[in-house]
């Protein structure tokens, strides 16, 4: 089975621009979360999303959002870059119902 | 507020020691711990979580809830036991979320 796959690997952006970013679950998994990994504010949970509704979502500004779609990949956006936006972001999948979360690599945000 | 608390950031053992990984948490409700870890140039990954009650790679860790503690224990390190380790907790029912500690990086000398 393959695991979470996450596009792309690095991005490197400026300030005032936008991104996007893709996850696709391992098959059959429902729920997908996201999650910000800083050195200096460690692992963040963002957001949460099953069967294409947000269920849960974490303490970050607007700027950040998500979807899911019918076949359970997710995207997050993050608009008007912030320099502190540049981190590790992670997507992880479940099979919902308390079951384990699988991480993704991670995509590489750079801001400059 | 639940928080999760790995007070050390580094710990440096050699083969053969004992290792003990320190977890603490607070958490209004009745919590899931997690044991997560991340071998060099690989993902985070699933080690163990409380209600499976079982071991993994020699390792094991309790919930003690008078202490709000979740420690991950093995008698004996070995030197691919190197890696960040991450304590995590969610809640049972509800919010899934996992809320992270900081992370201690074990490092196993030969």
């Known amino acids: 089975k393959a695991g979470v796959t996450q596009t792309p690997r690095y991005l490197i952006k400026t300030r005032g621009q936008q991104v996007t970013l893709s996850c696709s679950p391992i098959?059959?998994?429902?729920?997908v979360s996201w999650y910000q990994q800083t050195p200096g504010q460690g692992l963040q949970f963002l957001f949460e999303y099953f069967s294409e509704t947000q269920r849960n979502k974490g303490n970050f500004p607007g700027r950040f959002s998500g979807r899911q779609f019918s076949n359970s990949r997710s995207e997050m956006n993050v608009s008007t870059l912030e320099l502190g936006d540049s981190a590790l972001y992670l997507c992880?999948?479940?099979?919902?119902?308390?079951?384990?979360?699988?991480f993704g690599d991670g995509t590489r945000l750079s801001i400059l | 507020a639940q928080r999760v608390t790995q007070p050390e950031k580094l710990l440096s053992v050699f083969k053969g020691a004992p290792v003990e990984l320190k977890c603490n948490y607070s958490?209004?409700?009745?919590?899931?711990l997690f044991w997560y870890v991340q071998y060099s140039r690989q993902r985070l990954q699933l080690l163990l979580r409380h209600i499976s009650r079982e071991s993994i790679k020699g390792f094991t860790a309790d919930l003690n809830k008078g202490e709000t503690s979740f420690h991950l224990k093995k008698p004996f390190a070995q030197e691919e036991d190197s890696a960040m380790y991450y304590c995590a907790l969610s809640g049972l029912t509800g919010r899934r979320a996992l809320t992270f500690g900081s992370g201690t990086r074990l490092q196993v000398q030969p």
């Open positions: 992880a999948s479940s099979l919902g119902g308390g079951e384990p979360q699988h």
């Open positions: 098959s059959g998994h429902r729920s």
């Open positions: 958490y209004s409700g009745s919590p899931e």
